[in-house]
């Protein structure tokens, strides 16, 4: 070892610059910007936290109906937490399970060497019924950020409408219940808009 290091023949240098690092995180796209702040999201919506500052993680999720933005947040993850704690563990349990099955960790490989930190092709299709969002009614946009940051750990991911009655199976009243909660307290939907939004899987 010590003969290679004198002669050059091992250059920490050189496999450093030949190593490909792929990074799994991108500037936060405009499809994950807030419709209500023209720009990314600048803080929680719960607590009115900062967001944009490295090292501060937080979830957006924002729901369509016809194109149109009808619900968005951005919620910080000391906020979610407080939500889990009203929750029940057996809904929690379910919808964990229930996710597993999709292999999420393995779709973020095969998505990552792909396609790399393109937004577009992780959101085109339902993670759970498979069909292309382009075309429904009502789908739903999931992503993971770190400050001004887009995560690729599983999330982003699209949800079509139609799967909301095969998630809400799951939960338990109080569960649902705090979730519908939630929707009336941080959102004054008119009453059109409220069932597909109750109806939808919120990130829990």
């Not at 450093?16 to 994950?32: D, G, I, K, L, R």
């Not at 719960?46 to 369509?64: N, V």
């Not at 563990?89 to 779709?107: F, G, K, T």
């Not at 990552?112 to 789908?139: F, M, N, Q, R």
């Amino acid at each position: 070892m010590s003969d290679k290091l004198d002669s050059g023949e091992f250059d920490d240098t050189k496999n450093f610059e030949e190593f490909e690092y792929s990074p799994n995180f991108t500037a936060v796209p405009e499809v994950f910007h807030s419709f209500m702040e023209e720009g990314p999201f600048s803080k929680c919506t719960m607590c009115d936290g900062t967001l944009l500052k490295d090292g501060t993680p937080y979830l957006i999720h924002k729901a369509f109906h016809r194109g149109e933005v009808i619900f968005e947040y951005a919620m910080c993850l000391p906020c979610r937490a407080k939500i889990q704690e009203e929750l029940s563990a057996e809904s929690l349990e379910r919808i964990n399970a229930y996710m597993d099955q999709y292999h999420i960790e393995d779709r973020s490989e095969s998505l990552l060497a792909e396609h790399g930190t393109e937004v577009a092709p992780w959101i085109s299709h339902c993670l759970i019924s498979g069909k292309p969002i382009e075309g429904e009614d009502e789908y739903h946009y999931y992503a993971f950020c770190d400050g001004p940051d887009l995560v690729f750990n599983g999330l982003p991911m699209a949800l079509a409408g139609g799967v909301d009655e095969e998630l809400n199976e799951l939960l338990s009243k109080q569960t649902r219940d705090r979730l519908d909660g939630f929707v009336d307290e941080q959102f004054g939907l008119p009453p059109e808009l409220r069932k597909p939004i109750k109806g939808s899987p919120i990130l829990i």
